[in-house]
């Protein structure tokens, strides 16, 4: 099908008008912060600033993990940061992530805090603090890199391609949702003979591979993510969902699943986590019911 009036690119692009879309309100071809607005900071030795994403999922569940594990610490306050909003273009924000994405991390428990960003360099970062959750052995280990970092260079393609186009964009564009369909199926397909012939992605043991792949195509395998099990017909990758399945079922998962989230059933939202007991008193469904009681 052929349009009538095909897009020319000019010889020079300008931003002269609104992206459009989901987050046409904060997008912009600049970096930097647009506001004044310092960073809180709690007691524990992390300090995370993120969201739910399926990028904010993977950090959360690395330290929920960690703890499941007996590092005291990797406990942590998560702060909440809505991007929707702009949060990660405060002045304190950007100052820990200059990229402007979440999620974020400070590491205070030494003598000059440490930054990290990037979702995979935080995973990495908590693996080798720690010594849990990557092997040691070579081989193991180059397996674990290659997936992460697999991952890494993947979910662009599924959130900001796939995702975009099918979900966010203010029109839809035949091109672009095949383009990106065929390259979201490829990567099930990769990710789907890959556990066919092993429990977890990089052999049989779970790793931060695991935990940086999960939240993303472990949430397309279970029809999480953009609404679009059915379209990309997801039930075929039956390796992707048994390994989605098993994951979803451990408890550090489903605890770090529910930090920053601000979407879903209001007993699977705990905006920020500030201790350990906050999974039990202070999700939404709790603290809106003692909203009514007050």
């Known amino acids: ?63 929920e993990e960690l703890l499941e594990l007996g590092f005291t610490g990797a406990e942590y306050d998560a702060w909440l940061i809505r991007i929707n909003e702009g949060d990660q273009f405060g002045s304190g924000f950007v100052e820990v992530n200059p990229n402007s994405k979440i999620p974020a991390l400070l590491d205070v428990s030494g003598s000059k805090p440490v930054r990290v960003f990037e979702s995979g360099a935080i995973l990495l970062y908590l693996a080798e603090k720690f010594g849990a959750l990557v092997p040691t052995d070579p081989a193991l ?78 949430g397309m395998a279970k029809g999480l993510l953009y609404d679009a099990g059915e379209f990309l017909q997801v039930h075929e990758y039956t390796n992707v969902v048994r390994w989605a399945d ?15 989230r601000v979407m879903g059933n209001l007993d699977s939202q705990l905006h920020e986590r500030h201790d350990a007991s906050d999974f039990e008193t202070r999700t939404q469904d709790k603290l809106q019911a003692s909203e009514k009681v007050d």
Request: proline fraction near 8%.
């Open 1 to 63: 099908m052929s349009d009538s009036n095909p897009y020319i690119p000019p010889k020079v692009w300008t931003h002269n008008k609104p992206s459009g879309g989901r987050f046409a309100n904060i997008n912009r071809p600049v970096s930097g912060a647009t506001h004044e607005k310092p960073l809180p900071r709690g007691k524990h030795p992390l300090q995370l600033y993120s969201l739910a994403t399926p990028n904010g999922v993977k950090v959360t569940v690395m330290l």
């Open 141 to 218: 280990r180059a397996e674990c890199m290659s997936w992460l970092f697999w991952q890494m260079g993947s979910a662009p393609y599924l959130g900001g391609g796939f995702g975009h186009f099918y979900a966010y964009a203010p029109e839809k564009i035949e091109y672009a949702i095949d383009r990106f369909s065929m390259e979201v199926k490829r990567q099930m397909d990769v990710l789907n003979q890959r556990l066919a012939q092993n429990r977890f992605v990089g052999g049989d043991e779970y790793t931060i591979a695991d935990i940086a792949i999960w939240p993303w195509y472990g």
């Open 246 to 260: 098993e994951i979803g079922k451990r408890p550090a998962v489903i605890r770090g699943r529910k930090v920053n």
